[in-house]
């Protein structure tokens, strides 16, 4: 009788720390990291189709994007599908893509994962005329322009649509590395 207390006893702790680590990871996985899988060219050469990436899912709680930033938002357009983009412009710049250069209130943008890219001014919100990113708004942009759908044709990103920053690709094993 003893003994089958016993066993009783390690099954009952056993399956109680198998709860407890599904309840761990599963509070990670919802609100600490995100995984996802590039469905597109649009991001081509930072991201290619099928790389499976980690996003921070907690940065943009603690502190606004930056520009530069490849951020995972929720589509404005169906905020059922999750999409991956760099961050361009920030609430209240005006943005301006003219000669396949990126302007922010006027000033060509410098920063070197930005300026090394040529973006094409197409779309409503990028034929370029400049256009003020809306408070509480962001102005996202595919790093290979020419196939991407994004701010350029469907407006802004609203605050509340940010999932988090992308961090590291994972797989395939030869394109692991940190996302930048």
């Keep these: 009788m003893v003994k089958k207390d016993k066993r009783k006893n390690k099954t009952v702790e056993w399956f ?5 680590a599904i309840a761990i990871a599963l509070f990670i996985r919802v609100f600490l990291i995100g995984n996802f899988k590039i469905p597109s060219t649009s991001m ?15 940065i943009y709680k603690i502190r606004l994007p930056k520009r530069g930033e490849v ?9 059922k599908r999750d999409f991956v983009k760099r961050m361009i412009g920030l609430p209240g710049e005006k943005v301006m893509i ?11 943008v410098e920063e ?7 973006y094409y001014s197409e779309g409503y919100y990028g034929n370029g005329e400049e256009v003020e990113v809306p408070p509480d ?3 996202v942009l595919g790093d290979n322009s020419i196939n991407s759908r994004d701010s350029r044709y469907w407006g802004f990103v609203p605050k509340k649509n940010l ?6 690709t994972y797989w395939p094993p030869w394109r692991m590395g940190f996302i930048h």
């Excluded at 951020?71 to 404005?76: E, M, S």
């Excluded at 003219?98 to 060509?108: A, E, H, L, M, Q």
């Design 16 to 20: 109680k720390s198998l709860i407890w």
């Design 44 to 58: 081509v050469p930072t991201l290619k189709v099928g790389d499976r990436l980690l996003s921070n899912n907690i």
């Design 71 to 79: 951020v995972i938002f929720k589509y404005p357009e169906d905020p």
């Design 98 to 108: 003219k000669g396949g250069r990126i302007f922010i209130n006027g000033v060509p």
């Design 112 to 118: 070197e994962i930005i300026y090394k890219r040529y």
């Design 137 to 139: 708004s962001y102005y």
């Design 163 to 168: 999932v988090g920053k992308a961090l590291f």
